[in-house]
């Protein structure tokens, strides 16, 4: 009897690169510096502008530091980790971390913060039940209750009779110019951003959270080191050194 050939990740395709406005919705401090940094450096290098939403401050993220005093200071360290990118503008949401619900409320938020900056893309952090196939790596509530509260709301941004009081009342108008939506870390990414050239990038922007790092597990964590496995894995699958891998959403077809 023989083993069975070890299963061949399929190839990765590269995303389509032909837009102007990006929108990264994620629920904390971190999610995106986690993966999708590098990609969002590449993106700023190409011109394109690119807006940060956090749900929340990450103030329940560290475990030896009180709430109220993490949150201003993981929102300082998001700052300077999305400036290392170049990305200028960052909102904070102020929903409690760690206890995110999904629901029309959360819905009706990101919905106005779609309406608001009116995006081509919007990228968010996977929202599978796990980080990998075998489901050994299990994810957590926020993210997915985020990434499915995303999906919703880029369809409700675009229908003028959903939320309509943000059109009637608050002066913003529908937005139904979202062409996809982009899960980075998704285990079944189906797309990826070249990044080798902007690796060192994404590696200082995951440094800039050093007070959180410092953190995790039995604080010796190796911000290069990780993202380097996770990088060179997709750059394999897309041909290239070090990539970014995404799951795909294209819209209009829902």
Known sequence: MTADAPTVPHPLQPVD???QRGLAIVAHPDDLEFGAAAAIARWTRQGKEIVYVLLT???AGIDG???AD???LREQEQLASAAVVGVSTVEFLGLPDGVLEYGVPLRRELSRVIRK???DVVITGNFRDSWDDEGNALNMSDHIVTGRAVLDAVRDAANRWVFRDQIEADGLEKWGGVKEVWATGSPKAT???DTTDTFDLGVQSLQAHAV?????GSGDFDAEEFLEGFSRQAGARLGSKYAASFEVFRLGLF
């Open 17 to 19: 690169e032909s837009w």
């Open 57 to 59: 401050s990450g103030e």
């Open 65 to 67: 530091i009180d709430p």
């Open 70 to 72: 993490a949150g201003p």
């Open 117 to 119: 900056h009116r995006p």
């Open 191 to 193: 797309h990826a951003a």
């Open 212 to 216: 959180y790092l410092r953190g995790l």
